[in-house]
């Protein structure tokens, strides 16, 4: 008897102790209430899953990560970039007020007299007095220009023509320097006899300066003297290559545009120039693209090109003096919007026509 329970109580050992295994092993959701069949097949697969799982970090240890680094190499190929320059719109404003259109001269005409003939008559009495001097040149010259206004030619404004107040196609009324002879004319005192009977000679009459100056009439385009009406521009001649562009040189060191322009303007000129620099930020910018890239063996930098920024600039009163600039500067000129036009290149003045003014 004793036999046959010795082989029964190891297989019931046997069975508890597996029982035991499968129980450690087995995921909380196996012990929901399941079929005998989903069961086996859940334990297979869970066993296989944690067999996978527990072999992976063995075999991540077994064989450690390479990791290839490449060589530091030094290049041996310049770097690209541009060459950066500033460059200076010194400019003079307009003197004068700009030249009237035709219409503009016919209506401001038109205007005076319609004033004439809105305004109260002149009362000749209040300033006056009867049959003095005064009173007989203020007779024989409202006889001969019929209005009191000295400046609108030949008009009454209360006669039977007043409503005739427009000008004829070609008139000179309109026109200012006929407005000026006028009262030119009228200023003028006759010459007259003293107490003691002696002829007195008449007082010069101060003339305004005209419009046109010596420098327009004999063409001095180096000269600030010219085109008061017009904003003008300096404009040099290099030495190398013989173009004609704004003064303009390499940034130095750490300096910003402002105090490159400052910098250039000296060089160019000379101190003899009182100008003021219109701000910090350029006004515009102009790139060009060298044929074939320069190579700056010293500093390992291959050039493409330049990039030119332009900064404002007013001159108040001097000249420039290039005798010793330092930019090499050979010419210089003043010119206005069109003529920098004939005399920059195409690239270049598309970069800057849009920087100047008009007029």
């Known amino acids: 008897m004793s036999n046959i329970r010795r082989p029964l109580i190891e297989m019931t050992r046997a069975y508890h102790s597996s029982r035991r295994v499968i129980t450690q092993i087995t995921p ?21 899953t944690s067999t996978a799982i527990a072999a992976t970090p063995s075999s991540i240890e077994s064989s450690p990560p390479t990791q290839h680094t490449p060589p530091a190499t030094e290049s041996t190929s310049p770097r690209t970039a541009y060459e950066i320059k500033a460059s200076v719109v010194l400019s003079r404003p307009p003197i004068l007020t700009r030249d009237l259109h035709p219409f503009e001269k016919a209506f401001f005409l038109y205007q005076r007299r319609l004033n004439e003939r809105l305004a109260l008559p002149f009362t000749r009495y209040f300033y006056y007095q009867k049959d003095t001097p005064g009173d007989t040149e203020w007779k024989s010259k409202i006889k001969e220009r019929k209005t009191p206004a000295r400046d609108i030619g030949v008009y009454s404004g209360y006669g039977d023509e007043a409503w005739n107040d427009e000008l004829l196609v070609g008139a000179k009324e309109s026109e200012p320097q006929e407005q000026i002879e ?12 003293d107490e003691e009977g002696q002829r007195v000679k008449k007082e010069k009459i101060e003339k305004p300066m005209p419009r046109v100056t010596e420098a327009d009439r004999t063409g001095d385009v180096k000269s600030l003297n010219r085109a008061l ?42 101190i003899n120039m009182n100008t003021w620099i219109v701000g910090n930020a350029p006004v515009g910018h102009h790139n060009l693209h060298y044929p074939q890239p320069v190579i700056d063996s010293e500093n390992r930098i291959e050039r493409l090109g330049e990039k030119t920024f332009f900064m404002k600039a007013r001159i108040m009163a001097g000249q ?14 003043w010119l206005a919007k069109e003529e920098v036009r004939k005399e920059v290149k195409p690239h270049y003045w598309a970069s800057v026509k849009n920087m100047l003014a008009e007029r």
Do not use: M
């Open 320 to 333: 420039p003096n290039i005798k010793e600039n330092k930019l090499g500067v050979a010419d210089f000129k």
């Open 182 to 193: 006028a009262l030119l004319r009228d200023a003028e005192q006759p010459a007259t006899e």
């Open 28 to 48: 909380p959701f196996l012990d929901q209430g399941i079929c005998n069949r989903c069961y086996r097949s859940l334990q297979r697969r869970y066993a296989s």
């Open 229 to 270: 009406t017009r904003t003008l521009y300096l404009v040099v001649k290099t030495l190398e290559g013989g173009t004609w562009r704004f003064p303009s040189s390499t940034l130095i060191g750490g300096e910003d545009l402002h105090r490159a322009a400052e910098r250039i303007i000296v060089q160019t000129g000379g």
